[in-house]
């Protein structure tokens, strides 16, 4: 994926009633942006990433264009499907 550096940004929401997000995420230093899915979003109270995009599993990816539409989604993926999917969007 460094041939795409640059091109898209990550980000991961953990359920912050699964173990303990804040400790997996210093154990395992991505370089990516990492938030948790209790804060309320979008101006709906109570309605974290979660229930706004209506995520029923994790991991769940979502891939949105610099518009901001969602064009595709995804459950857990390898590196290489994860490519895939990004080389069609960019």
């Known amino acids: 994926m460094e041939e795409h550096k640059g091109e898209f940004v990550l980000v991961s929401i ?3 009633s699964s173990n303990d997000p ?3 995420v210093k154990q395992n230093p991505y370089p990516w ?3 948790t899915g209790d804060a309320p979003a979008g101006g709906k109270a109570g309605a ?3 229930e706004l995009y209506k ?10 264009d610099r518009k901001g539409n ?3 989604e995804a459950g857990a ?8 999917k990004l080389a069609k969007i960019l």
């Open 14 to 16: 953990a359920d912050p």
């Open 48 to 50: 974290g990433p979660s």
């Open 22 to 24: 804040a400790a997996w």
């Open 70 to 72: 969602i064009v595709d």
């Open 55 to 64: 995520v029923e599993g994790v991991p769940h990816t979502f891939f949105i």
């Open 33 to 35: 942006t990492f938030g």
């Open 77 to 84: 993926m390898d590196k290489a499907a994860f490519a895939e």
